[in-house]
């Protein structure tokens, strides 16, 4: 997927400033974002302040004091879940105690995107999260709905669609380990 230098770090932010980094109530579903604007093809902080992952890779990252990433490492490699069963080995470890980590991949023979969340903390971990999904030729920023990762543990996404990156952000402690938002 060829993507222009740019454009998820605008992305990630209408889709921050939309409705993952606000206050949603419960019963009220995520706003759609605007359209993207731009990605910069990197694994990174971005504005909202919000964890910006791109498709192959993994972020390992902490939360600071207010519940905000701060990245740690990135990591090139690949998810096996996110191909025909044994054709991928998994590349990726547990990040460790009080660390969190994030990966992004897919492949064209399962047709889909796959997020993979590693939890190192001692709690249920509940967050926002939006992708920048290749559709009809484009890049659209589309807010998502994630479950929590359960302590120690980990948890996944799939989407039916090419994700080119995926920002994540008001990380909070979750009151169990099956709760969504």
Same mark, same amino acid.
């Given at each position: 997927?060829?993507?222009?230098?740019?454009?998820?770090?605008?992305?990630?932010?209408?889709?921050?400033?939309?409705?993952?980094?606000?206050?949603?109530?419960?019963?009220?579903?995520?706003?759609?974002?605007?359209?993207?604007?731009?990605?910069?093809?990197?694994?990174?902080?971005?504005?909202?302040?919000?964890?910006?992952?791109?498709?192959?890779?993994?972020?390992?990252?902490?939360?600071?004091?207010?519940?905000?990433?701060?990245?740690?490492?990135?990591?090139?490699?690949?998810?096996?879940?996110?191909?025909?069963? %044994?054709?991928?080995?998994? #590349?990726?470890? @547990? !990040?460790? *105690?009080?660390?969190?980590?994030?990966?992004?991949?897919? =492949? +064209?023979?399962?047709?889909?995107?796959?997020?993979?969340?590693?939890?190192?903390?001692?709690?249920?971990?509940?967050?926002?999260?939006?992708?920048?999904?290749?559709?009809?030729?484009?890049?659209?920023?589309?807010?998502?709905?994630?479950?929590?990762?359960?302590?120690? %543990?980990?948890?996944?996404? #799939?989407?039916? @669609? !090419?994700? *080119?990156?995926?920002?994540?952000?008001?990380?909070?402690? =979750? +009151?169990?380990?099956?709760?969504?938002?």
């Amino acid at each position: 997927m060829q993507i222009g230098r740019g454009a998820l770090r605008l992305a990630a932010a209408a889709i921050l400033s939309v409705g993952c980094v606000a206050a949603a109530r419960a019963d009220e579903p995520p706003a759609e974002p605007a359209a993207a604007g731009g990605f910069s093809g990197k694994t990174e902080i971005v504005p909202g302040p919000a964890l910006q992952v791109v498709f192959g890779e993994r972020a390992v990252f902490h939360l600071d004091d207010k519940g905000e990433p701060v990245l740690d490492s990135v990591e090139k490699g690949q998810l096996a879940m996110a191909h025909p069963a %044994g054709e991928v080995k998994e #590349t990726f470890e @547990a !990040p460790g *105690a009080g660390k969190l980590a994030i990966a992004l991949d897919g =492949s +064209p023979q399962k047709k889909a995107s796959y997020l993979k969340i590693w939890n190192g903390l001692d709690h249920a971990v509940l967050y926002r999260a939006g992708v920048l999904a290749y559709a009809a030729g484009a890049l659209k920023p589309i807010s998502v709905k994630v479950c929590a990762a359960p302590a120690g %543990g980990t948890n996944s996404q #799939t989407w039916p @669609a !090419p994700i *080119a990156a995926v920002a994540v952000a008001s990380f909070t402690a =979750s +009151p169990s380990d099956t709760a969504c938002k």
